[in-house]
Structures are given as C-alpha cells and as structure tokens.
C-alpha cells in the first residue's frame, strides 16, 4: 500500500479442491499460478515486488521454485512508485487461512536480508537467566523472571516487572541456546515490551553484550503510554564483527535494555 491506498496485492485463488495464488492491481489481475496448490499442508511462499506505474515487477515462489513472475508492468495502483504499508487483509467470509514464521523485508537492510531468504525458521525465546549488569530493579527474585511473560507482552501484576527512573541504568538478560536454527542466520530480532507507570515518556535503548563483555548499542525508542507496548531491534549482522550471526554468537550474548533519557 502507499499510505491507505493500495498498491498491488497477492491473493488467493480457489479452484476445485486446490488453490492458487494470483497478483492484483485493484481490479485488474496481473498473473495468476496455475500450480493447483493442496489444501491442508504448510506451503512456504516468498513473493518479490516491485510497485512503479511502468517498470513493475512480481515473482511468486513456492518451496523456493519460481511459479508466477511477471516485469515491465504497471504495479503502481494509485499512479505513485513504491510502497510504505503492508497488510493482512481477509475477508469475513474467508476460509480457514493458517499463516507462520512471516518475514517482510525491503532493499534497505544489508545483504542478505534485502533479497529472498528461502526456507527459514524463526526461533521464539523467552529470558531464562540473569545477565550483566542488572542495574533495574525488582520487587524480589531474578530479573530474567520478570520478563519471561508470553507473547502478550503484559505482566502477570504490578509487581512482575523490572523498573528505573535513572539515566543511565542497564539490565541484562540470557536466552536459551538455540535449537531449531542451523546453518546461516539472517537476523536477530530483540522484542521489548515496555510503558510507563505514570504519565510522561522516557527514552529508552535497545542493547547487546558479547560474551566478552563488549557492549553494542541498538536503536532508541520513546515509551510514552502506560498501556504496554512492543519496540523491536533488528540486527541483521552481528553488531561486534560486522559479520552474519552464527549460533554460538547468539547463545553466548546477552540482551538488554537502557534508560537514555
């Protein structure tokens, strides 16, 4: 989309016991698998596009063979190149439609996340051990245990948080090491779920420390409700060597946080 318009879209396509998968500018369909895709199994789809009024460009591929493309097209929808939105968008009526490990990337990242990831896994982890330093406080007991809420983000109570009021201050947090990843990691993806307990803001920053003890700062983000919400970091190289992730990399680090202001 570009703002609240809609550029182009990937849509699906049912067919006699199958599906397929087609690509739409508003009402005009500009390409359409004929792949007869089988209900009730994961597929893995990655869809490349370029949105311009004239020079527009797809590609569909599944299980990482190219099924659909299309170039020299009109991808453009509201007469304006690029895009700044993406959306799920389904209709009420809609069939059962089950997605997982979605990725969304741009030409802005460094390589190779600008470009298609093939078949990857995305590991979820809660904290599981305190780090250094620990400079936040808590009512009682670890740090890392105030942290480990579901996906959710909100605190079992009032009391299941880290807090601080000072510039300055850090807290660091261990993970599990990985199980699931193997092979080239892409990106490490540090979610912090944070508000204020009364009204105002305060700045915050997202950080990594090496096992060694060197400490790379991430992004800053302003907290400035009290209602808990979530601030994302992304490296997409390992901050240290400049270099793609590696598993030891990650399980050896620790993550964390920093009042800035």
């Not at 390409?31 to 007869?36: D, F, I, L, R, W």
């Not at 990242?109 to 982890?125: C, F, M, R, S």
């Not at 261990?174 to 990106?187: E, S």
Request: charged letters at 15%.
């Amino acid at each position: 989309m570009k703002g609240t318009l809609e550029q182009v879209s990937l849509r699906f396509v049912t067919t006699a016991g199958s599906f397929n998968m087609a690509v739409n500018r508003a009402g005009t369909q500009l390409g359409v698998t004929t792949n007869n895709f089988a209900y009730g199994i994961w597929h893995y789809f990655e869809w490349k596009i370029t949105p311009h009024i004239s020079s527009g460009a797809f590609e569909i591929r599944h299980d990482e063979v190219s099924v659909l493309t299309g170039t020299g097209l009109n991808t453009a929808n509201v007469g304006t190149n690029g895009a700044d939105v993406f959306e799920h968008n389904f209709a009420a009526a809609a069939s059962t439609v089950r997605l997982d490990d979605f990725v969304l990337l741009d030409t802005l990242g460094p390589a190779p996340t600008n470009n298609y990831l093939g078949d990857v896994t995305i590991e979820a982890q809660l904290p599981d051990a305190d780090g250094t330093p620990l400079e936040w406080s808590v009512g009682s007991g670890t740090h890392f245990s105030k942290l480990d809420d579901p996906a959710s983000g909100a605190p079992v109570d009032s009391t299941d948080v880290i807090f601080s009021d000072t510039n300055g201050q850090r807290d660091f947090v261990g993970f599990p090491n990985l199980t699931q990843t193997q092979g080239q990691v892409f990106a490490v993806m540090l979610n912090q779920q944070c508000a204020m307990n009364a009204a105002g803001s305060r700045v915050l920053r997202h950080k990594f420390r090496t096992s060694g003890g060197t400490i790379h700062d991430g992004a800053s983000f302003t907290v400035s409700s009290t209602t808990y919400g979530g601030f994302q970091q992304i490296w997409a190289l390992n901050p240290d060597t400049g270099l793609a992730w590696t598993n030891s990399d990650i399980d050896s680090g620790t993550y964390g946080v920093e009042v800035v202001s």
